[in-house]
């Protein structure tokens, strides 16, 4: 049996970074997990093939060696996924679908001939089981959660890693909060779950041999959900892991209450971790507690903040306007905030509300749904009626992000993250990646950019000043390219 494992092509978002892998001659951020997972999973003697549309191009020779194509993604892939379906049909090729994009709209997709839903480690030998005996459904699903001690290393040898800027690896699913806006816990359970750390070691350790040296997203909605493990079990094993071979840096998304334990930060930051993601939302107190975000509430956010950044983490924030209660001026004490507490990559979308929320399941009650959620956080949509008037919401986040990602404004947000920001392992040799991109960016934004007067005189300012973390200004400079690309072709052109 030949198994054609095919990822739909992302549009270009926010997170797709698709202007900025241009300065160091990749396609795309990370490859497919979940299909690299699901490719372990099956028989080992199957052929395996993976075609990430992202990198590389589908092949009418790839179709004709298939017997099956396995297909996954997220909902921001819903259109590319349609098209990817009805050419394999076109070829004759049955398709065999998972993941959240079709966990969450099920009956959206009649044209799929098998649906492998939630968590594969218990779907997929389903579906094995009655192929092998010519009895396959349609529809497999449960309300099980997975045992992640049975969830094997992803296949990395699938997978053409010189293509990509991060690599991607799991230790846990689910989270303990229950924001109204959010559908982890519908789709993996308010319980964490954790691998344990030998796992997450042995996919390490297979990307080492893969000749991987460059970046790792954990990809975990909330990694610190489960502190005993982490502190206990998984840091102390990577602590350990990073001795005696070059320095592996980790990124991770993490809870706001992280910044209550300095023994934990410094502990990830001996491991690795630079980075990480905080849902921060909004900073009015009242539309915290209306969507539930009750981990954010009765805090000095800014300080918070602060404090993960002069612990050695750079903070990346998710934002989000058009609660039921946001006034008009909600738009200046969201750009006002980011300012002030240095968040240089600033998320801000539209509320949105995914199937399988509270949010969800109350606007559909009170009628004001206006279709289902694109699943792109930045692109100026939402699929609610908000009280503010959709008119008002669309010109107040327009000029949010115009503002936001103005060279002006966004370069300043980046000094005052490196004036925070304090590490001590910074001084290391640059890469051959690193050199290109820096000898891109001089030219793009020093040379041919209209941010080239920012650009220079941020580069002065981090040589005279913070002269360790010049890497890391050239990096989030060339960031601020992409974000304000996507901002000006799919948002502000509208």
Same mark, same amino acid.
């Given at each position: 049996?030949?198994?054609?494992?095919?990822?739909?092509?992302?549009?270009?978002?926010? =997170?797709?970074?698709?202007?900025?892998?241009?300065?160091?001659?990749?396609?795309?951020?990370?490859?497919?997990?979940?299909?690299?997972?699901?490719?372990?999973?099956?028989?080992?003697? =199957?052929?395996?093939?993976?075609?990430?549309?992202?990198?590389?191009?589908?092949?009418?020779?790839?179709?004709?060696?298939?017997?099956?194509?396995?297909?996954?993604?997220?909902?921001?892939?819903?259109?590319?996924?349609?098209?990817?379906?009805?050419?394999?049909?076109?070829?004759?090729?049955?398709?065999?679908?998972?993941?959240?994009?079709? #966990?969450?709209?099920?009956?959206?997709?009649?044209?799929?001939?098998?649906?492998?839903?939630?968590?594969?480690?218990? #779907?997929?030998?389903?579906?094995?089981?009655?192929?092998?005996?010519?009895?396959?459904?349609?529809?497999?699903?449960?309300?099980? $959660?997975?045992?992640?001690? #049975?969830?094997?290393?992803?296949? =990395?040898?699938?997978?053409?890693?010189?293509?990509?800027?991060?690599?991607?690896?799991?230790?846990?699913?689910?989270?303990?909060?229950?924001? @109204?806006?959010? /559908?982890?816990?519908?789709?993996?359970?308010?319980?964490?779950?954790?691998?344990?750390?030998?796992?997450?070691?042995?996919?390490?350790?297979?990307?080492?041999?893969?000749?991987?040296?460059?970046?790792?997203?954990?990809?975990?909605?909330?990694?610190?959900? /489960?502190?005993?493990?982490?502190?206990?079990?998984?840091?102390?094993?990577?602590?350990?892991?990073?001795?005696?071979?070059?320095?592996?840096?980790?990124?991770?998304?993490?809870?706001?209450?992280?910044?209550? @334990?300095?023994?934990?930060?410094?502990?990830?930051?001996?491991?690795?971790?630079?980075?990480?993601?905080?849902?921060?939302?909004?900073?009015?107190?009242?539309?915290?507690?209306?969507?539930?975000?009750?981990?954010?509430?009765?805090?000095?956010?800014?300080?918070?903040?602060?404090?993960?950044?002069?612990?050695?983490?750079?903070?990346?924030?998710? $934002?989000?306007?058009?609660?039921?209660? @946001?006034?008009?001026?909600?738009?200046?004490?969201?750009?006002?905030?980011?300012?002030?507490?240095? +968040?240089? #990559?600033?998320?801000?979308?539209?509320?949105?509300?995914?199937?399988?929320?509270?949010?969800?399941?109350?606007?559909?009650?009170?009628?004001?749904?206006?279709?289902?959620?694109?699943?792109?956080?930045?692109?100026?949509?939402?699929? +609610?009626?908000?009280?503010?008037?959709?008119?008002?919401?669309?010109?107040?986040?327009?000029?949010?992000?115009?503002?936001?990602?103005?060279?002006?404004?966004? %370069?300043?947000?980046?000094?005052?993250?490196?004036?925070?920001?304090?590490?001590?392992?910074?001084?290391?040799?640059?890469?051959?990646?690193?050199?290109?991109?820096?000898?891109?960016?001089?030219?793009?934004?020093?040379?041919?950019?209209?941010?080239?007067?920012?650009?220079?005189?941020?580069?002065? =300012?981090?040589?005279?000043?913070?002269?360790?973390?010049?890497?890391?200004?050239?990096?989030?400079?060339?960031?601020? %390219?992409?974000?304000?690309?996507?901002?000006?072709?799919?948002?502000?052109?509208?």
């Amino acid at each position: 049996m030949n198994i054609l494992l095919l990822c739909p092509e992302f549009p270009d978002t926010f =997170w797709s970074y698709k202007h900025a892998l241009k300065f160091i001659g990749c396609k795309s951020t990370q490859p497919p997990l979940g299909l690299l997972t699901v490719a372990a999973l099956l028989p080992k003697d =199957w052929g395996k093939r993976l075609v990430d549309l992202n990198v590389k191009k589908l092949m009418p020779a790839d179709l004709e060696w298939a017997d099956y194509a396995f297909i996954g993604g997220m909902v921001v892939q819903k259109a590319a996924a349609r098209r990817l379906i009805e050419r394999c049909h076109a070829a004759g090729l049955k398709v065999v679908a998972g993941g959240p994009l079709f #966990t969450s709209e099920p009956d959206s997709w009649k044209e799929v001939d098998h649906l492998v839903l939630n968590e594969a480690e218990i #779907t997929l030998p389903r579906f094995l089981a009655d192929l092998e005996r010519g009895q396959a459904q349609k529809v497999y699903a449960t309300d099980e $959660f997975a045992d992640l001690h #049975t969830s094997p290393t992803p296949l =990395w040898e699938l997978a053409d890693l010189r293509r990509y800027s991060l690599m991607g690896v799991q230790y846990s699913r689910g989270c303990p909060f229950q924001c @109204d806006f959010c /559908n982890v816990t519908t789709l993996f359970g308010r319980a964490p779950r954790t691998k344990n750390a030998g796992q997450l070691i042995a996919e390490l350790d297979g990307l080492r041999r893969a000749g991987w040296r460059s970046g790792i997203f954990i990809v975990d909605d909330n990694l610190i959900a /489960n502190r005993r493990h982490l502190r206990q079990e998984l840091l102390p094993a990577l602590i350990q892991w990073q001795k005696g071979a070059p320095r592996t840096v980790f990124c991770t998304q993490v809870s706001i209450d992280l910044a209550d @334990d300095a023994k934990l930060m410094s502990q990830m930051v001996q491991a690795g971790f630079d980075t990480v993601f905080v849902g921060v939302e909004t900073p009015d107190e009242g539309r915290l507690a209306e969507c539930s975000k009750h981990q954010n509430t009765d805090r000095d956010l800014a300080e918070d903040i602060k404090r993960m950044q002069r612990a050695g983490l750079e903070v990346q924030g998710g $934002f989000i306007v058009g609660f039921d209660g @946001d006034t008009p001026g909600i738009f200046k004490r969201q750009l006002d905030f980011i300012q002030r507490s240095g +968040i240089v #990559t600033a998320m801000v979308g539209m509320l949105q509300a995914p199937i399988g929320t509270k949010l969800y399941e109350r606007m559909f009650r009170e009628g004001r749904l206006r279709g289902i959620s694109s699943g792109d956080n930045v692109d100026g949509s939402t699929n +609610i009626v908000p009280t503010m008037g959709l008119a008002v919401l669309n010109d107040g986040y327009r000029k949010l992000l115009r503002q936001l990602y103005a060279p002006k404004p966004y %370069y300043k947000r980046i000094r005052t993250f490196l004036r925070e920001y304090t590490r001590t392992d910074q001084r290391s040799l640059p890469s051959l990646r690193n050199m290109r991109a820096f000898g891109k960016s001089m030219l793009k934004l020093g040379v041919l950019g209209k941010e080239r007067v920012q650009y220079w005189k941020l580069l002065i =300012w981090t040589v005279v000043r913070r002269p360790s973390l010049l890497k890391q200004a050239i990096t989030l400079a060339i960031c601020g %390219y992409h974000y304000r690309k996507v901002c000006e072709m799919h948002v502000l052109a509208k």
